[in-house]
């Protein structure tokens, strides 16, 4: 976790009979005799929502891995004040761009609801929603639209998740702008980029988390600085 623990998840284990003669827990096999249940034991659970929460979570809120988010992709239609066919434009680009991000898999949706665009851009963050992306008049004549991805993603991502030129990167790194046309395909790759960007992230402080030491000073000290704390066996008879 972020705060240097370890959180045991998503285990499983053979438990054999053992808790089964503790409760008494029989059943009839094959032979129409009583024997103690073998049972196993499956950590899936709650507790892995947690996981997800500690492991990637900023200040700002939920940060969910893309491949498990309920909402992949929140289009944002951005209204003028006066010019009803500008506002029409603007609602039938949005629609038709969350049909075409539905139709290649993604769960998509636009959020045209009566809040503000700020209420709803807190929202989408707090909420942990991987891409935004904001549709105005302006955008729709222009052909690009800028995007916003919940945390930064960096170019060693973006390589490996093949996102081609139809991305644009701007000064911060979690600001784009896509062409219209083919955005659908590059949502995707970014969508895949933001996942492994995710998985970088929390490899890379499990990594920096981890001390390697040979002794109990080592690992007090490893423990101190919120540290997990790794060393090696030996078979060797004099270590008992």
């Known amino acids: 976790m972020q705060n240097g623990w370890?959180?045991?998840?998503?285990?499983?284990?053979?438990?054999?009979?053992?808790?089964?003669?503790?409760?008494?827990c029989t059943f009839t096999n094959a032979a129409g005799s009583q024997e103690h249940v073998w049972a196993t034991s499956w950590g899936v659970s709650t507790?892995?929502?947690?996981?997800?929460?500690?492991?990637?979570?900023?200040?700002?809120?939920?940060?969910?891995?893309?491949?498990?988010a309920p909402l992949q992709v929140a289009v944002v239609p951005i209204f003028g004040k006066g010019d009803v066919n500008a506002q029409v434009r603007v609602r039938e680009t949005c629609a038709a761009l969350v049909a075409r991000l539905v139709a290649l898999g993604l769960r998509a949706a636009c959020d045209d609801s009566a809040f503000t665009n700020g209420e709803k851009y807190y929202g989408l963050e707090r909420c942990g929603v991987p891409v935004r992306i904001d549709i105005g008049a302006r955008d729709v004549d222009s052909g690009r639209f800028p995007v916003t991805s919940r945390v930064p993603v960096h170019n060693v991502a973006l390589a490996a998740a093949g996102v081609g030129g139809g991305l644009q990167l701007t000064s911060r790194a979690n600001k784009f702008t896509i062409s219209c046309g083919d955005e659908g395909n590059t949502v995707v790759a970014l969508i895949d980029a933001i996942h492994r960007q995710l998985l970088l992230n929390a490899t890379s402080l499990m990594a920096e988390k981890v001390v390697l030491g040979a002794n109990w000073q080592d690992m007090l000290a490893a423990f101190s600085c919120s540290c997990e704390f790794s060393a090696r066996t030996r078979d060797d008879a004099g270590c008992a």
């Open 6 to 24: 370890a959180l045991q998840a998503a285990t499983s284990h053979f438990l054999g009979q053992n808790f089964s003669k503790a409760f008494d």
């Open 47 to 68: 507790r892995l929502i947690g996981a997800c929460i500690m492991a990637h979570a900023d200040d700002a809120g939920m940060v969910m891995p893309p491949h498990a």
